[in-house]
Protein backbone atom coordinates (compact mmCIF):
# COMPACT_ATOMS: atom_id res chain seq x y z
CA UNK A 1 0.00 0.00 0.00
CA UNK A 2 2.72 2.11 0.49
CA UNK A 3 4.58 1.88 -2.85
CA UNK A 4 1.24 2.43 -4.69
CA UNK A 5 0.68 5.21 -2.50
CA UNK A 6 3.88 6.84 -3.46
CA UNK A 7 2.86 6.15 -7.04
CA UNK A 8 0.19 8.02 -6.89
CA UNK A 9 2.32 10.92 -5.01
CA UNK A 10 4.23 10.77 -7.91
CA UNK A 11 1.57 10.55 -10.92
CA UNK A 12 -0.02 13.34 -9.06
CA UNK A 13 3.07 15.81 -8.96
CA UNK A 14 3.58 18.10 -12.15
CA UNK A 15 6.25 16.36 -13.82
CA UNK A 16 7.16 13.79 -11.95
CA UNK A 17 4.72 11.81 -14.22
CA UNK A 18 7.17 12.09 -16.88
CA UNK A 19 9.96 10.97 -15.28
CA UNK A 20 8.12 7.77 -13.80
CA UNK A 21 7.07 6.83 -17.40
CA UNK A 22 10.84 7.20 -18.49
CA UNK A 23 12.06 5.29 -15.47
CA UNK A 24 9.94 2.30 -16.50
CA UNK A 25 10.38 2.25 -20.12
CA UNK A 26 14.77 2.80 -19.45
CA UNK A 27 14.25 -0.20 -16.63
CA UNK A 28 12.13 -2.06 -19.00
CA UNK A 29 14.27 -2.12 -22.14
CA UNK A 30 17.47 -2.37 -19.91
CA UNK A 31 16.05 -5.44 -17.81
CA UNK A 32 14.79 -7.18 -21.06
CA UNK A 33 17.56 -6.56 -23.22
CA UNK A 34 20.25 -7.77 -21.00
CA UNK A 35 19.63 -11.52 -21.47
CA UNK A 36 20.33 -11.01 -25.43
CA UNK A 37 22.77 -8.39 -25.52
CA UNK A 38 24.84 -10.02 -22.72
CA UNK A 39 24.56 -13.72 -24.67
CA UNK A 40 23.31 -15.50 -21.34
CA UNK A 41 22.15 -19.07 -21.84
CA UNK A 42 18.91 -18.93 -23.25
CA UNK A 43 17.80 -22.17 -21.02
CA UNK A 44 18.70 -20.79 -17.15
CA UNK A 45 17.00 -23.75 -15.47
CA UNK A 46 19.73 -25.89 -14.32
CA UNK A 47 18.97 -24.65 -10.99
CA UNK A 48 15.15 -26.55 -11.34
CA UNK A 49 17.46 -29.84 -12.78
CA UNK A 50 18.81 -30.00 -9.58
CA UNK A 51 15.72 -29.00 -7.69
CA UNK A 52 12.75 -30.20 -9.55
CA UNK A 53 10.69 -29.76 -6.14
CA UNK A 54 11.44 -25.41 -6.10
CA UNK A 55 9.49 -25.48 -9.71
CA UNK A 56 6.21 -24.66 -8.70
CA UNK A 57 6.87 -22.67 -6.00
CA UNK A 58 8.84 -20.72 -8.84
CA UNK A 59 5.70 -20.68 -10.92
CA UNK A 60 3.87 -19.65 -8.18
CA UNK A 61 6.17 -16.67 -7.61
CA UNK A 62 5.75 -15.64 -10.79
CA UNK A 63 2.09 -15.47 -10.63
CA UNK A 64 2.19 -13.58 -7.58
CA UNK A 65 4.09 -11.05 -9.28
CA UNK A 66 2.10 -10.58 -12.12
CA UNK A 67 -0.92 -10.28 -10.22
CA UNK A 68 1.11 -7.27 -8.27
CA UNK A 69 1.33 -6.08 -11.17
CA UNK A 70 -2.37 -6.03 -12.26
CA UNK A 71 -2.97 -4.58 -8.73
CA UNK A 72 -0.66 -2.09 -8.78
CA UNK A 73 -1.96 -1.07 -12.23
CA UNK A 74 -5.63 -0.86 -10.69
CA UNK A 75 -4.57 0.89 -7.82
CA UNK A 76 -3.27 3.86 -10.14
CA UNK A 77 -6.66 3.77 -11.59
CA UNK A 78 -8.58 6.87 -11.07
CA UNK A 79 -11.86 5.55 -11.58
CA UNK A 80 -14.25 4.93 -9.03
CA UNK A 81 -15.63 1.32 -7.39
CA UNK A 82 -17.19 -0.83 -7.79
CA UNK A 83 -17.42 -0.56 -11.64
CA UNK A 84 -13.59 -0.64 -11.22
CA UNK A 85 -13.26 -3.88 -9.39
CA UNK A 86 -15.78 -5.43 -11.56
CA UNK A 87 -13.51 -4.42 -14.77
CA UNK A 88 -10.59 -5.72 -13.86
CA UNK A 89 -11.51 -8.85 -12.70
CA UNK A 90 -13.21 -8.87 -16.22
CA UNK A 91 -10.10 -8.07 -18.06
CA UNK A 92 -8.33 -10.43 -16.56
CA UNK A 93 -11.10 -13.08 -17.02
CA UNK A 94 -11.18 -11.96 -20.82
CA UNK A 95 -7.27 -12.40 -20.76
CA UNK A 96 -6.75 -15.59 -19.49
CA UNK A 97 -9.92 -16.50 -22.43
CA UNK A 98 -8.18 -15.19 -25.24
CA UNK A 99 -4.86 -16.89 -23.88
CA UNK A 100 -6.72 -20.45 -24.03
CA UNK A 101 -8.00 -19.24 -27.50
CA UNK A 102 -4.53 -18.92 -28.43
CA UNK A 103 -3.73 -22.11 -26.94
CA UNK A 104 -5.54 -24.28 -28.46
CA UNK A 105 -5.91 -22.46 -31.89
CA UNK A 106 -2.02 -21.27 -32.56
CA UNK A 107 0.04 -22.83 -29.11
CA UNK A 108 -0.89 -26.34 -29.30
CA UNK A 109 0.72 -26.58 -33.02
CA UNK A 110 3.56 -24.24 -33.08
CA UNK A 111 4.80 -24.92 -29.58
CA UNK A 112 8.08 -26.06 -31.02
CA UNK A 113 8.53 -23.14 -33.83
CA UNK A 114 8.18 -20.83 -30.72
CA UNK A 115 11.07 -22.43 -28.75
CA UNK A 116 13.06 -21.85 -32.16
CA UNK A 117 13.06 -19.03 -32.01
CA UNK A 118 13.17 -18.26 -28.44
CA UNK A 119 16.27 -20.14 -28.67
CA UNK A 120 17.70 -18.22 -31.58
CA UNK A 121 16.91 -14.84 -30.77
CA UNK A 122 19.20 -15.67 -27.43
CA UNK A 123 21.82 -17.64 -29.83
CA UNK A 124 21.97 -14.25 -32.29
CA UNK A 125 21.40 -16.99 -34.67
CA UNK A 126 17.80 -16.29 -35.85
CA UNK A 127 16.44 -14.67 -39.12
CA UNK A 128 15.58 -11.21 -39.77
CA UNK A 129 13.24 -9.28 -38.74
CA UNK A 130 12.27 -11.89 -35.69
CA UNK A 131 16.43 -11.29 -34.30
CA UNK A 132 15.28 -7.81 -33.95
CA UNK A 133 12.67 -7.56 -32.24
CA UNK A 134 14.40 -9.37 -29.21
CA UNK A 135 12.62 -7.41 -26.02
CA UNK A 136 9.91 -9.89 -26.03
CA UNK A 137 12.42 -12.67 -25.60
CA UNK A 138 14.39 -11.22 -23.27
CA UNK A 139 11.31 -10.67 -21.42
CA UNK A 140 10.69 -14.21 -21.34
CA UNK A 141 14.08 -14.83 -20.37
CA UNK A 142 13.01 -13.73 -16.23
CA UNK A 143 10.05 -15.61 -16.16
CA UNK A 144 11.94 -18.24 -17.37
CA UNK A 145 14.12 -17.84 -15.12
CA UNK A 146 11.82 -17.96 -12.30
CA UNK A 147 10.19 -21.27 -12.44
CA UNK A 148 12.34 -23.41 -15.23
CA UNK A 149 9.22 -24.07 -17.65
CA UNK A 150 8.99 -22.31 -20.77
CA UNK A 151 5.54 -22.99 -21.10
CA UNK A 152 4.33 -21.63 -18.06
CA UNK A 153 6.52 -18.69 -18.36
CA UNK A 154 5.36 -18.31 -22.18
CA UNK A 155 2.03 -18.79 -21.27
CA UNK A 156 2.27 -16.25 -18.18
CA UNK A 157 3.72 -13.65 -20.71
CA UNK A 158 1.11 -14.09 -23.30
CA UNK A 159 -1.72 -13.70 -20.83
CA UNK A 160 -0.18 -10.82 -18.82
CA UNK A 161 0.09 -8.72 -22.15
CA UNK A 162 -2.85 -9.56 -23.62
CA UNK A 163 -4.31 -8.45 -20.30
CA UNK A 164 -2.56 -4.48 -20.63
CA UNK A 165 -3.75 -5.07 -24.14
CA UNK A 166 -7.24 -4.88 -23.07
CA UNK A 167 -6.23 -2.32 -20.18
CA UNK A 168 -4.74 -0.14 -22.67
CA UNK A 169 -7.57 -0.36 -25.33
CA UNK A 170 -10.46 0.09 -22.34
CA UNK A 171 -7.92 3.22 -22.09
CA UNK A 172 -7.91 4.83 -25.53
CA UNK A 173 -11.86 4.52 -25.45
CA UNK A 174 -12.23 6.45 -22.31
CA UNK A 175 -10.52 9.85 -24.40
CA UNK A 176 -14.22 9.83 -26.02
CA UNK A 177 -16.26 7.01 -24.52
CA UNK A 178 -17.95 6.55 -21.08
CA UNK A 179 -16.89 3.57 -18.74
CA UNK A 180 -19.73 1.20 -20.36
CA UNK A 181 -19.15 1.70 -23.86
CA UNK A 182 -15.28 1.80 -23.82
CA UNK A 183 -15.83 -1.73 -22.15
CA UNK A 184 -18.01 -2.56 -25.32
CA UNK A 185 -14.94 -1.38 -27.41
CA UNK A 186 -12.54 -4.23 -25.80
CA UNK A 187 -15.42 -7.12 -26.03
CA UNK A 188 -15.37 -5.92 -30.07
CA UNK A 189 -11.40 -6.38 -30.07
CA UNK A 190 -12.12 -9.74 -28.25
CA UNK A 191 -14.41 -10.70 -30.99
CA UNK A 192 -11.70 -10.26 -34.00
CA UNK A 193 -8.82 -11.64 -32.02
CA UNK A 194 -9.49 -15.44 -33.48
CA UNK A 195 -9.68 -14.27 -36.68
CA UNK A 196 -6.67 -11.99 -35.94
CA UNK A 197 -4.50 -14.70 -35.19
CA UNK A 198 -5.61 -17.73 -37.50
CA UNK A 199 -2.78 -17.34 -40.08
CA UNK A 200 0.52 -16.95 -37.97
CA UNK A 201 2.69 -18.84 -35.50
CA UNK A 202 2.30 -17.51 -32.20
CA UNK A 203 5.10 -14.34 -32.34
CA UNK A 204 5.49 -12.96 -28.83
CA UNK A 205 6.25 -9.55 -30.18
CA UNK A 206 2.68 -8.30 -31.24
CA UNK A 207 0.76 -8.24 -27.61
CA UNK A 208 3.64 -5.78 -26.41
CA UNK A 209 4.09 -3.94 -29.33
CA UNK A 210 0.44 -3.45 -29.38
CA UNK A 211 0.16 -1.73 -25.83
CA UNK A 212 3.04 0.48 -26.81
CA UNK A 213 1.51 1.71 -29.60
CA UNK A 214 -1.68 2.64 -27.56
CA UNK A 215 0.31 4.02 -24.82
CA UNK A 216 1.49 6.42 -27.28
CA UNK A 217 -1.49 7.46 -29.08
CA UNK A 218 -3.10 8.43 -25.47
CA UNK A 219 0.19 9.98 -24.73
CA UNK A 220 -0.07 11.73 -27.87
CA UNK A 221 -3.68 13.03 -27.15
CA UNK A 222 -3.12 13.85 -23.89
CA UNK A 223 -0.15 16.16 -25.37
CA UNK A 224 2.55 14.68 -22.92
CA UNK A 225 5.63 14.48 -25.40
CA UNK A 226 8.22 13.16 -23.02
CA UNK A 227 5.53 9.94 -22.28
CA UNK A 228 4.93 9.81 -26.02
CA UNK A 229 8.73 10.19 -26.67
CA UNK A 230 9.94 6.76 -24.25
CA UNK A 231 6.58 4.86 -25.25
CA UNK A 232 7.55 5.35 -29.15
CA UNK A 233 11.35 4.40 -27.68
CA UNK A 234 10.43 1.10 -26.00
CA UNK A 235 7.70 0.42 -28.59
CA UNK A 236 10.76 0.64 -31.71
CA UNK A 237 12.95 -2.01 -29.41
CA UNK A 238 9.42 -4.48 -29.08
CA UNK A 239 8.72 -4.12 -32.89
CA UNK A 240 9.61 -0.95 -35.54
CA UNK A 241 5.96 -0.82 -36.90
CA UNK A 242 5.60 1.89 -33.65
CA UNK A 243 7.03 3.96 -36.33
CA UNK A 244 3.72 4.58 -37.98
CA UNK A 245 2.96 6.68 -34.65
CA UNK A 246 5.11 9.24 -34.84
CA UNK A 247 2.51 11.51 -36.82
CA UNK A 248 -0.55 10.98 -34.50
CA UNK A 249 1.23 13.84 -32.36
CA UNK A 250 0.30 16.30 -34.75
CA UNK A 251 -3.38 14.60 -35.70
CA UNK A 252 -4.32 14.06 -32.07
CA UNK A 253 -3.25 17.92 -31.09
CA UNK A 254 -5.38 19.91 -33.30
CA UNK A 255 -8.80 20.37 -33.51
CA UNK A 256 -9.18 23.16 -36.41
CA UNK A 257 -7.29 22.50 -39.53
CA UNK A 258 -3.82 20.72 -40.65
CA UNK A 259 -1.88 23.88 -39.65
CA UNK A 260 0.74 22.68 -37.34
CA UNK A 261 3.08 24.54 -35.15
CA UNK A 262 6.78 24.52 -35.40
CA UNK A 263 7.05 22.74 -31.77
CA UNK A 264 4.80 20.10 -32.74
CA UNK A 265 6.17 19.73 -36.02
CA UNK A 266 9.82 19.61 -34.00
CA UNK A 267 8.36 17.10 -31.47
CA UNK A 268 7.52 14.42 -34.23
CA UNK A 269 11.02 14.82 -35.79
CA UNK A 270 12.22 13.75 -32.41
CA UNK A 271 9.93 11.07 -32.15
CA UNK A 272 10.86 10.07 -35.62
CA UNK A 273 14.36 10.62 -35.01
CA UNK A 274 14.87 8.39 -31.62
CA UNK A 275 12.65 6.00 -33.30
CA UNK A 276 15.01 5.58 -36.28
CA UNK A 277 18.32 5.57 -33.73
CA UNK A 278 16.36 2.55 -31.62
CA UNK A 279 15.44 0.77 -35.47
CA UNK A 280 19.62 1.34 -36.11
CA UNK A 281 20.49 0.15 -32.58
CA UNK A 282 18.48 -3.03 -32.65
CA UNK A 283 19.90 -4.06 -36.37
CA UNK A 284 23.44 -3.11 -36.83
CA UNK A 285 25.31 -5.37 -34.27
CA UNK A 286 23.25 -8.50 -36.02
CA UNK A 287 24.64 -8.52 -39.54
CA UNK A 288 21.99 -5.79 -40.92
CA UNK A 289 23.02 -4.84 -44.93
CA UNK A 290 20.45 -2.00 -45.68
CA UNK A 291 18.66 -4.86 -47.84
CA UNK A 292 15.16 -6.63 -48.03
CA UNK A 293 16.84 -9.71 -46.97
CA UNK A 294 17.74 -8.23 -43.43
CA UNK A 295 14.79 -5.88 -43.60
CA UNK A 296 12.05 -8.81 -43.67
CA UNK A 297 13.64 -12.20 -45.37
CA UNK A 298 12.25 -11.68 -48.94
CA UNK A 299 14.02 -10.17 -51.90
CA UNK A 300 11.15 -7.85 -53.19
CA UNK A 301 8.37 -5.60 -51.62
CA UNK A 302 5.19 -7.75 -50.86
CA UNK A 303 3.04 -5.92 -52.74
CA UNK A 304 2.64 -8.47 -55.85
CA UNK A 305 1.81 -11.43 -53.15
CA UNK A 306 -0.65 -9.82 -51.54
CA UNK A 307 -2.46 -8.89 -54.29
CA UNK A 308 -1.78 -12.44 -55.78
CA UNK A 309 -0.45 -11.34 -59.13
CA UNK A 310 2.40 -13.78 -60.36
CA UNK A 311 5.20 -11.25 -60.30
CA UNK A 312 5.17 -12.64 -56.41
CA UNK A 313 6.23 -14.62 -53.82
CA UNK A 314 4.73 -18.27 -54.33
CA UNK A 315 5.83 -19.36 -50.99
CA UNK A 316 2.74 -18.94 -49.23
CA UNK A 317 -0.66 -21.58 -49.38
CA UNK A 318 -3.26 -19.09 -47.96
CA UNK A 319 -5.77 -18.78 -50.65
CA UNK A 320 -5.65 -15.64 -52.47
CA UNK A 321 -9.00 -14.20 -51.20
CA UNK A 322 -7.93 -14.38 -47.90
CA UNK A 323 -5.25 -11.53 -48.58
CA UNK A 324 -8.15 -9.24 -49.42
CA UNK A 325 -10.67 -10.17 -47.36
CA UNK A 326 -8.88 -9.67 -43.73
CA UNK A 327 -8.10 -5.92 -44.84
CA UNK A 328 -11.58 -5.05 -45.40
CA UNK A 329 -12.84 -7.21 -42.28
CA UNK A 330 -10.60 -5.25 -39.92
CA UNK A 331 -9.59 -1.70 -41.79
CA UNK A 332 -12.00 -1.11 -45.28
CA UNK A 333 -14.86 -1.87 -44.12
CA UNK A 334 -15.47 0.68 -41.56
CA UNK A 335 -14.50 3.45 -43.50
CA UNK A 336 -18.67 4.17 -44.94
CA UNK A 337 -19.67 4.38 -41.97
CA UNK A 338 -16.77 6.52 -40.00
CA UNK A 339 -16.62 8.87 -43.19
CA UNK A 340 -20.52 9.17 -43.29
CA UNK A 341 -21.12 10.15 -39.84
CA UNK A 342 -18.12 12.04 -39.12
CA UNK A 343 -19.28 14.74 -37.87
CA UNK A 344 -20.62 12.58 -34.87
CA UNK A 345 -16.74 11.95 -34.57
CA UNK A 346 -14.02 14.30 -32.47
CA UNK A 347 -12.10 16.00 -35.60
CA UNK A 348 -8.73 14.65 -34.22
CA UNK A 349 -10.04 10.97 -33.55
CA UNK A 350 -11.69 11.02 -37.33
CA UNK A 351 -8.00 12.45 -38.74
CA UNK A 352 -6.33 9.54 -37.40
CA UNK A 353 -8.47 6.77 -37.94
CA UNK A 354 -7.99 7.64 -41.76
CA UNK A 355 -4.50 8.19 -41.66
CA UNK A 356 -4.22 4.93 -39.41
CA UNK A 357 -6.23 2.74 -41.96
CA UNK A 358 -3.46 3.70 -44.53
CA UNK A 359 -0.46 3.49 -43.11
CA UNK A 360 -1.36 -0.21 -41.35
CA UNK A 361 -2.34 -1.23 -45.17
CA UNK A 362 0.78 0.42 -46.91
CA UNK A 363 2.80 -0.80 -44.57
CA UNK A 364 1.42 -4.49 -44.43
CA UNK A 365 1.00 -4.24 -48.12
CA UNK A 366 4.77 -3.86 -48.43
CA UNK A 367 6.47 -5.70 -45.86
CA UNK A 368 4.07 -8.52 -44.45
CA UNK A 369 0.68 -10.49 -45.52
CA UNK A 370 -2.42 -9.24 -46.09
CA UNK A 371 -3.81 -12.32 -44.56
CA UNK A 372 -1.96 -12.25 -40.91
CA UNK A 373 -4.56 -9.10 -39.57
CA UNK A 374 -2.44 -9.21 -36.44
CA UNK A 375 -0.86 -6.15 -37.84
CA UNK A 376 -3.85 -3.95 -38.37
CA UNK A 377 -4.98 -4.73 -34.48
CA UNK A 378 -4.45 -1.13 -33.52
CA UNK A 379 -5.64 0.47 -36.57
CA UNK A 380 -8.84 -1.46 -35.99
CA UNK A 381 -8.90 -0.19 -32.32
CA UNK A 382 -9.13 3.38 -33.28
CA UNK A 383 -11.85 2.47 -36.10
CA UNK A 384 -13.95 0.59 -33.34
CA UNK A 385 -13.29 3.33 -31.30
CA UNK A 386 -15.23 5.77 -33.85
CA UNK A 387 -18.03 3.20 -34.70
CA UNK A 388 -19.00 2.77 -31.10
CA UNK A 389 -18.64 6.91 -31.06
CA UNK A 390 -21.08 7.30 -33.85
CA UNK A 391 -23.48 4.51 -32.55
CA UNK A 392 -23.56 6.07 -28.89
CA UNK A 393 -24.57 9.41 -31.07
CA UNK A 394 -27.80 7.44 -32.39
CA UNK A 395 -28.50 6.59 -28.52
CA UNK A 396 -30.53 9.42 -26.92
CA UNK A 397 -28.75 10.61 -23.82
CA UNK A 398 -29.85 12.82 -21.29
CA UNK A 399 -26.63 14.64 -20.20
CA UNK A 400 -24.11 16.10 -22.97
CA UNK A 401 -22.18 13.90 -24.76
CA UNK A 402 -18.64 13.92 -23.39
CA UNK A 403 -15.72 15.77 -25.22
CA UNK A 404 -12.55 14.14 -26.71
CA UNK A 405 -10.81 14.69 -23.03
CA UNK A 406 -7.88 13.57 -20.87
CA UNK A 407 -8.35 10.24 -18.60
CA UNK A 408 -6.13 8.79 -16.19
CA UNK A 409 -4.00 6.03 -17.63
Known sequence: MKFTGLLLRVR???GMGALAVAALCAGFIALSAAP?????????????????????????????VLIALIFTIARLDGEAK????VR???????AALLTDIHVHTVDAFHLDWQWEQYNGVLHHTYVAPDQYRFLSQGTLWWMFLSNGSFVFSYLAYRFFF??????????????????????????????????????????????????AMLAALIFCQRR?????????????????????VAPCWLLLGSASGLRFEKRDLLRVTALVAVGLAVFFACRLPFDFRYDFQTLNRTNQLMIWSNLGLPQGLAFSTVPVFQRYLHPVLFLFMWLPLVIWRRAALPVPL???????TAAFYLTNLCFGWNY????????????????????????????????FRRPDV
Open 372 to 403: ESRNFVPGLIVLLVCTVVILKSFVPAPAEAQP
Open 88 to 94: YIGFVLL
Open 162 to 211: TFLLCHLIYKFARLCLDPVWSTGVVLLYALFYPLSIRYYYGNLCDPTSHA
Open 12 to 14: ETP
Open 224 to 244: EFWPALCSVALGTFIKETILI
Open 36 to 64: VVLSWEPTPNAFFTKHPELQMPGGVLLAA
Open 82 to 85: PWKV
Open 350 to 356: FRTALYL
